[in-house]
Each structure stands twice: as C-alpha cells, then as structure tokens.
C-alpha cells in the first residue's frame, strides 16, 4: 500500500492490521461457502443463473482473501500460512435441504454481504491511498452482486411460499452475523478515526452501520418476502437498550 501523507499512529496500523487479517480469514470461508451453496443449489435443481452467481462469488472471495492478506502484511500482520478451517454450516438442524439452502443464502448474502456493502461504500469516500481505495470500489462492487444472489433466491422461495419459517430464526441467524461486542463498550483506540483511512470503520460507527441497514435495507426486504421481522426487531431494540 502505497501512503501518501502521514504514516498512521502504531495503535491505528496494529488495530487494521489485525483487522485485515480477519477479513482473509472471513473471505476464504465465504469462498468455501459459497462453493458449497453453488453445489447444493445445483442438487436441487434451482435456477443456473443462481448456481453461476455462487461460483462466480467464491471466486471473487478468494480474490478479495489475497488483497486482504496483502494489506494485512503492509500493516505488519501476516496471514497464517495454512489454510483456515472450513467454515460451519449456520442453518438449525431440523430444517429440509431446500429452507437450509434458503436460511443459508439469506445469512450469508440477504445480512452480511448487504451489511458488507454499506461498510464498503462508507470507507471508500474517506479512503486517501489510491491502492487502498481500488481494493474497497472492487470489494464493494463485488458484493453487491453476492447480495443478489441472496435476494434472488429469497424471492424465488417467497412464489413458492417458503419463507415464513425464517422469521423466528432471524434473531440467532443475526446475532452469529456481529461480533460479539457489537453492542459493548470498547476501548477507546477502536473508536479512533484513523482508522478510516487505513479502511476499518470505528466501532461505535460500525455498530450504527449495522442498525441502519438492518432498519433501512434488510427488515423491508425480509417483510418484502413474507417473513416476519417482529422477533428480529425486538432482537435489535433489546441490544440497542443497552
């Protein structure tokens, strides 16, 4: 990464460090994940054009793996050189092949990737590094298209009728999508506004990302589809309280 202007403070490099590191770790499990989701998807006989969006995103995740390794390493932390473990199923057990799918693709792409894209257009405004900022615009573009995949399915589940079960799964499907301080206090080098310019949101600013989008994009496109986001709402205002 090249870095035009002053060198960021060692707290604000250590914190984005780190930060990208966890991104590759999270880019190489959505790539097995969805390479698993384009071979269920395939089994049970849905639409291609969803099988190829699920391709086409496990290979973009593994791009986006190496960009983050890179700045990870730029910011003084490497990756582990062995592959990260596979990443677990999220669906309940007791659900048919056909909803797991369905539960599956609204967590992976309909949540985080919707979540992704908001944290992504918000960096990029404020990202001064040139290589920094093309890592974000091809990021985020990609990801739109992998929240798509999402939608596209949801609504091809909601013609059959087959999305009124996920709402009252939607409180434990959002909270395996945070980390777990989300909502908490943290220590005040995580609130620190440097750490947009090396592309990681401040916590307090990442939390208010995750309510508006919830509020602004995901319940209405959840209630959109038929399901039911009364039990998410509450999710969200008990956390919100404290």
């Not at 390493?73 to 669906?91: H, K, M, W």
């Amino acid at each position: 990464m090249s870095r035009p202007g002053a060198r960021p403070a060692g707290n604000v490099r250590a914190l984005a460090a780190s930060a990208w590191a966890f991104r590759w770790k999270v880019e190489r499990e959505a790539e097995v994940r969805f390479e698993t989701l384009a071979e269920r998807l395939e089994a049970l006989d849905e639409p291609p054009h969803l099988v190829d969006l699920a391709r086409r995103a496990a290979a973009d995740e593994r791009r986006h793996a190496t960009h983050c390794a890179r700045l990870a390493a730029e910011l003084g932390q490497r990756v582990p050189a062995r592959e990260p473990p596979p990443p677990p199923a999220v669906a309940p057990s007791g659900l048919v092949e056909q909803d797991a799918v369905t539960y599956e693709l609204v967590a992976a792409c309909c949540v985080a990737e919707s979540v992704s894209v908001a944290v992504l257009t918000t960096l990029l405004p404020v990202a001064r590094d040139p290589s920094l900022h093309e890592v974000l615009r091809e990021l985020a573009a990609d990801e739109v298209a992998h929240a798509r995949l999402g939608w596209a399915h949801l609504a091809i589940a909601a013609a059959r009728r087959r999305t009124a079960f996920l709402g009252p799964l939607l409180p434990a499907m959002l909270q395996g999508s945070i980390d777990d301080d989300l909502f908490h206090p943290v220590e005040p080098d995580r609130e620190d506004e440097a750490l947009l310019a090396v592309g990681v949101l401040p916590h307090a600013t990442k939390r208010d990302l995750f309510v508006r989008v919830l509020d602004e994009v995901i319940f209405p496109g959840l209630e959109g589809a038929g399901v039911d986001t009364a039990a998410a709402r509450e999710w969200l205002a008990a956390r919100a309280r404290r």
